[in-house]
């Protein structure tokens, strides 16, 4: 274990650099519709690769159980400094939440299920995305596929005495029985109009 903590760190530093936050500036009034959207996908990559890397590196150091505990201290901490860094809100949400915090408007709700018609239809969930702008502003979600590596803590056969954590973290959790492609939830971006 003493080799793989310098070889996490390392991919840290790299992902932070590959894609820093400077990256997913917060997209000026007079941006077009198609860089406001590079703009969220880059944010929302910023994201997705940091919070892949703490819990990877929580799962080698401390197995599920630390995974679990990384997630439930620091996803909320690292989504707030990339959002501030970004200048605009970005989180994630799903209609089966872990997290109570992570709950969806109703524009995000409605995109959720017609994210999981898009996905029954054949769409692959890896490409299903949203967007609106108006007179409030720039809306954006992307789809969370559910991955392999995802099933220890999300799957249909949690660990008993994981799912006993995750229910003394999480108490109203509703965030398992997922199978790998169904989809997990979505990131969201939201820049309101000045």
Same mark, same amino acid.
């Given at each position: =274990? #003493? ?24 997209? #000026?009034? &007079? ?13 929302? %990559? ?12 929580? =799962? ?17 901490? =690292? ?6 860094? =970004? ?34 239809? &054949? ?18 979600? %992307?789809?969370?596929?559910?991955? #392999? ?18 229910? %003394? ?12 492609? #169904? ?12």
């Amino acid at each position: =274990m #003493d080799r793989v903590a310098p070889r996490i760190a390392l991919l840290l530093w790299l992902a932070g650099a590959a894609v820093s936050p400077a990256a997913a500036e917060s997209p #000026d009034q &007079g941006a077009d519709l198609t860089t406001r959207q590079e703009q969220a996908r880059a944010a929302i %990559k910023h994201l997705q690769l940091s919070l892949q890397l703490a819990l990877g590196y929580a =799962m080698l150091e401390a197995g599920p159980e630390g995974a679990i505990q990384t997630c439930n201290l620091s996803a909320l901490p =690292m989504t707030d400094e990339i959002s501030g860094a =970004m200048g605009a809100e970005i989180g994630r949400t799903a209609l089966r939440l872990r997290n109570p915090a992570n709950a969806p408007d109703e524009w995000e709700q409605e995109q959720l299920h017609s994210f999981e018609a898009r996905l029954a239809a &054949g769409e692959p969930a890896a490409a299903i995305e949203a967007v609106r702008q108006d007179e409030t502003g720039f809306r954006f979600m %992307k789809a969370i596929p559910m991955q #392999d590596q995802c099933a220890v803590c999300h799957g249909t056969e949690v660990d008993p005495a994981l799912q006993e954590r995750i229910g %003394k973290l999480y108490p109203a959790d509703e965030a398992t029985g997922f199978r790998t492609g #169904d989809l997990r939830g979505a990131f969201t971006v939201t820049i309101p109009s000045p």
